[in-house]
Every structure is written in structure tokens, then in C-alpha cells.
């Protein structure tokens, strides 16, 4: 089926366009489907669903989560480890004078 797109009107451009993106998206739909089918099969011949598989059984894909090195002396249950930005309740007692030094744990 050869278009010829030289005679083609824009109207009928923009048209066939809109016939395009919306074939795009069914085929799309259509291929996504049969993946899944493809790889829950593979994963049933393994015993497995996908969902197990998902995982490597591991807890978490970042690693450990860093200990407490500071504590908010106002409220002992608000931590931070050091990493990342800083809390709210750091800079407070940062700008109230604090020394960094005194809210470690």
C-alpha cells in the first residue's frame, strides 16, 4: 500500500497524522500485552510469577539506611543521620547559636 504523500492536501496530512499516533498507541497496547504474556510465561516455567521476580530478595535496592548521628534536643524523636539536606529543626538550632557538635547523639 504506497501513499503518495506529494498529492496529499495538509488537511489530509494532518489527518493521516491522527490516523498514525492513534495506530501507534494500539500497536503499543497490543505489544505491551504480549511482553507480559511472554514473560509471565517464562517465569512460570522457572516456577516463579513475575511479581517474585521483581525483587532480588533484598530489602531495599539503596542499601542500609545510615544510623542517627544528630537528635533534636527539643524533640528527641526527630533524627538525622548527617546525610542529605539538612532538617528544619538543624538550621533552627544552628541560628539559635547551637553548635553542631551539640546535637550530636
Do not use: C
Amino acid at each position: 500500500m504506497a501513499i503518495s504523500l506529494e498529492n496529499m492536501s495538509r488537511k489530509e496530512l494532518l489527518e493521516l497524522r491522527d490516523q498514525v499516533e492513534i495506530a501507534l498507541k494500539s500497536a503499543e497496547k497490543r505489544e505491551r500485552k504480549e511482553a507480559l504474556k511472554a514473560a509471565e510465561k517464562a517465569a512460570a516455567e522457572f516456577g516463579f510469577s513475575l511479581s517474585e521476580l521483581s525483587t532480588d530478595g533484598t530489602k531495599s535496592a539503596k542499601g542500609p539506611k545510615s544510623s542517627a548521628k544528630y537528635k533534636n534536643p527539643e524533640n528527641p524523636e526527630q533524627t538525622w543521620s548527617g546525610r542529605g539536606r539538612k532538617p528544619q529543626w538543624v538550621h533552627d538550632a544552628l541560628k539559635a547559636g547551637a553548635d553542631i557538635s551539640d546535637l550530636e547523639i
